[in-house]
């Protein structure tokens, strides 16, 4: 047996093994405006073949009203100066595509399963409504978050052995909140713009050197044509990744001032090639969320509602977007991302010992990080994502954060042995799994902030309150939510 395990990489197995045992938790459901918004294009666009939202938005009200929780129906039917818009006439739909995108698989594999099942004699509404098209996309969206923490295990193995890798992507899965939106809110955008980043990160690293002031920046032309696609599908995804670009562009303005010291001209026009090349189809493939833009808002731009949530400055005539509660967003008693998870304070300072390994990957991505805290800090009303489990803006750094821990922990490896490193993860798993249940069901006044008045206390107070409701969690996981 020990034979059979040498030399074999069972990385992969573990990850998947965790992600089917925590699979019989979930909760597939579509109930929460944001949710409603995503999905209303995949259902809207299959099924009525327009971009009117009135019925979905009227369906999924309905059910709200119904549970005394008219969030829905206020978010999204309510009229306001901007809704419906006023040159299209259209209803507000504040979301981008890509999960719509990303769904579509599973929602035509569900419509045909609801065909065959009902010529078989079911009774099944082939409306887009039913049970098998709502837990077809939350299944995709757990499916993606899957092959994310595939991806992520794979880059953390270029840099650490198998055992710092493993525990460091199951450690961060399981102690931030992407492990509430892969199980509880699947129907949300951030499992997909997980994925499609790690999928970014996985192309882009094809073929790079470990130093920039040693490598010269180039890919073959494929590797461009694959990255311009997938940075499209971030951006249609969540708008917000793509200040993730800025990895690339940083290494490819270090490219540039590299090859023009060394008067590197071949190289130069070789540079230029390729990153016309991902800029060209980078925007052809950002052409569906354009067109729908338009078709909505009357303009090539997302909604002035989201725009209006944005901070900016004017320096004489230029409005400079700045970012005042960047630090917030890390560190406030209440809703920072470091409190939160506080994990995330070893996979920020694992960074510096990524830098010791590969120096210029490690800055490009905190770079890429801190791009993601500024943006966020710039959403002066709602940077704070009250309502929301945890902070949610952050789940598509997950492979920032790998990287960086897996670092650390292969450094703390062979000073502690792999026993303590198991113990201090599944501490800040422990702490998750606590507030995960607190906002939930047991101190549900979470849900506008972390509260750290008897905290401790709570948390302590988790198992019990977890056997208590025992059968709920296993068999009737709606009694613990709304809208369900």
């Known amino acids: ?26 909760l597939p459901r579509i109930a929460l405006s944001d949710e409603v918004q995503y999905y209303a294009y995949l259902r809207s666009f299959y099924f009525d073949r327009d971009l009117d939202f009135y019925n979905e938005y009227q369906h999924f009200a309905d059910i709200g009203l119904k549970n005394n929780d008219a969030a829905v129906s206020n978010a999204l039917l309510r009229p306001d100066d901007a809704n419906p818009n006023p ?30 099942a009902n010529a078989g004699g079911a009774a099944i509404p082939r409306d887009g409504y039913s049970q098998p098209y709502i837990v077809a996309v939350c299944l995709m969206s757990a499916l993606y978050s899957l092959l994310g923490l595939l991806l992520t295990y794979r880059l953390a193995r270029i840099y650490t052995g198998q055992l710092p890798a493993l525990i460091a992507t199951i450690a961060v899965f399981l102690s931030t909140p992407l492990v509430f939106y892969t199980y509880l809110a699947m129907a949300w955008s951030h499992a997909n713009g997980f994925f499609l980043f790690t999928l970014f990160l996985t192309i882009w690293m094809r073929g790079r050197e470990g130093n920039l002031g040693l490598g010269d920046g180039q890919r073959h ?26 990895i690339p562009a940083v290494e490819a303005l270090a490219a540039y001032i590299g090859a023009l010291r ?8 070789r540079l230029f090639a390729g990153h016309l090349l991902f800029l060209a189809v980078f925007v052809v493939s950002l052409t569906p969320q354009l067109a729908t833009y338009w078709v909505l808002n009357g303009r090539i731009g997302p909604s002035s509602t989201v725009g209006g949530k944005l901070a900016f400055v004017q320096l004489g005539p230029l409005p400079i977007l700045v970012s005042p509660r960047f630090w917030d967003t890390l560190i406030h008693p209440a809703h920072g991302a470091l409190l939160w998870s506080p994990i995330l304070f070893l996979a920020l300072a694992g960074l510096a010992w990524l830098f010791r390994r590969d120096g210029p990957l490690a800055l490009l991505l905190l770079i890429g990080f801190l791009g993601q805290v500024y943006i966020n800090g710039a959403f002066g009303t709602t940077w704070h994502l009250s309502g929301s489990f945890g902070f949610r803006r952050l789940i598509e750094c997950t492979p920032i954060f790998v990287l960086g821990l897996s670092a650390l922990l292969a450094w703390l490896q062979p000073r502690l042995g792999w026993k303590p490193l198991v113990v201090g993860a599944a501490l800040f798993v422990a702490w998750n799994v606590g507030l995960i249940a607190q906002w939930t069901f ?20 988790v198992p019990l309150q977890i056997l208590s409701r025992l059968g709920d969690i296993l068999f009737d996981r709606c009694r613990l939510t709304t809208n369900c």
């Open 87 to 116: 040159v299209t006439g259209k209803l507000r739909n504040v979301a981008p595509i890509g999960s719509a995108l990303l769904w579509a698989p599973g929602f035509v594999v569900a419509d045909l399963w609801v065909q065959i």
């Open 262 to 269: 060394r008067r590197q001209w071949s190289l130069l026009r």
């Open 221 to 246: 032309w494929s590797v461009w044509l694959a990255l311009g696609v997938v940075a499209g599908l971030m951006v249609m995804t969540r708008e917000q990744l793509g200040l993730l670009l800025l």
């Open 1 to 26: 047996m020990r034979t059979f395990f040498a030399g074999r990489d069972l990385g992969p197995l573990v990850i998947v093994l965790v992600f089917l045992i925590l699979l019989p938790f979930s």
């Open 442 to 461: 047991v101190r549900t006044e979470l849900r506008r902030g972390l509260i750290w008045d008897d905290m401790l206390w709570y948390q302590l107070q």
